[in-house]
Nanobody, 121 residues
Framework: QVQLVESGGGLVQAGGSLNLSCAAS????????MAWYRQAPGQQRDLIAT???????NYAFSMKGRFTISRDNAKKMVHLQMNSLKPEDTAVYLC???????????????WGKGTLVTVSS
C-alpha cells in the first residue's frame, strides 16, 4: 500500500512564505514524476509544478517565479517553497506521484489528501 502525506500548510499573511512537504511511503519500487497541484473551493484542480526523478522541473505559467518545487529521492519526498503569497493562493495543495510498487509492473498515479493553505489579506 502506498501513501502520500502532505504537511506544512497553515495560515499565513499576504506576502509571507510557506514550505510544503510530501512524503511517500509503502511498498515503493521507484518514483518517476512528482508534482504539486492546488484546488480552491469550487474550482478545478490546477497544476503548479512537476519534477522528474532527475530534477527537471516544469511550472505552470502563472506559478513561475514565486513557487519552487524540489525533491529528495532518497527520502521519497517532494517539496514546494511558496513565497510572496497572496490571498488568491488560498487552496488545498495536493501532492501527486507516479509510483511503481514492488509488486507492480507499471507506474500508477497516486494522490495525497492535501494540506490547506490559507493566505489572509
Amino acid at each position: 500500500q502506498v501513501q502520500l502525506v502532505e504537511s506544512g500548510g497553515g495560515l499565513v499573511q499576504a506576502g509571507g512564505s510557506l514550505n510544503l512537504s510530501c512524503a511517500a511511503s509503502g511498498s515503493i519500487a521507484s518514483i518517476s514524476d512528482m508534482a504539486w497541484y492546488r484546488q480552491a473551493p469550487g474550482q478545478q484542480r490546477d497544476l503548479i509544478a512537476t519534477i522528474t526523478r532527475r530534477g527537471r522541473t516544469n511550472y505552470a505559467f502563472s506559478m513561475k517565479g514565486r513557487f519552487t518545487i524540489s525533491r529528495d529521492n532518497a527520502k521519497k519526498m517532494v517539496h514546494l517553497q511558496m513565497n510572496s503569497l497572496k490571498p488568491e493562493d488560498t487552496a488545498v495543495y495536493l501532492c501527486f506521484a507516479e509510483i511503481v510498487t514492488v509488486t507492480g509492473n507499471a507506474a500508477m498515479d497516486y494522490w495525497g489528501k492535501g494540506t490547506l493553505v490559507t493566505v489572509s489579506s
